[in-house]
Nanobody, 120 residues
């Protein structure tokens, strides 16, 4: 079955950086667009970033544009989220997911999530 395992979360001060990783298995990774979502306490899960199958097209929610970068390594079955200039409002559980067309902002399979906490 499809498994997505996130890692790299933690506690960081505002202005700092973190790099999240997601290891995929049980699927032909290069065939799937991948993305990152997050859910803050008391809020709905939201789309953060997406990347198409060969990495040529990326998409970001407005609040992270210029600060976050999504990338993938199809040979390693990995997707990454580099997060710079972190803000307290970025605090959330971050989830890796495969994305559904046509908008590529809806998840199909999820990981278990990794906690990111940004202190002010």
């Amino acid at each position: 079955q499809v498994q997505l395992v996130e890692s790299g979360g933690g506690l960081v001060q505002a202005g700092g950086s973190l790099r999240l990783s997601c290891a995929a298995s049980g699927l032909t990774f290069s065939a799937y667009p991948m993305g990152w979502f997050r859910q803050a306490p008391g809020k709905e899960r939201e789309f953060v970033a997406g990347i198409r199958q060969n990495g040529d097209i990326t998409d970001y929610t407005d609040s992270v544009k210029g600060r976050f970068t999504v990338s993938r390594d199809n040979a390693k079955y990995m997707v990454y989220l580099q997060m710079n200039s972190l803000k307290p409002e970025d605090t959330a559980i971050y989830y890796c997911a495969t994305l559904l067309p046509p908008d590529y902002k809806r998840p199909r399979w999820w990981g278990q999530g990794t906690q990111v906490t940004v202190s002010s």
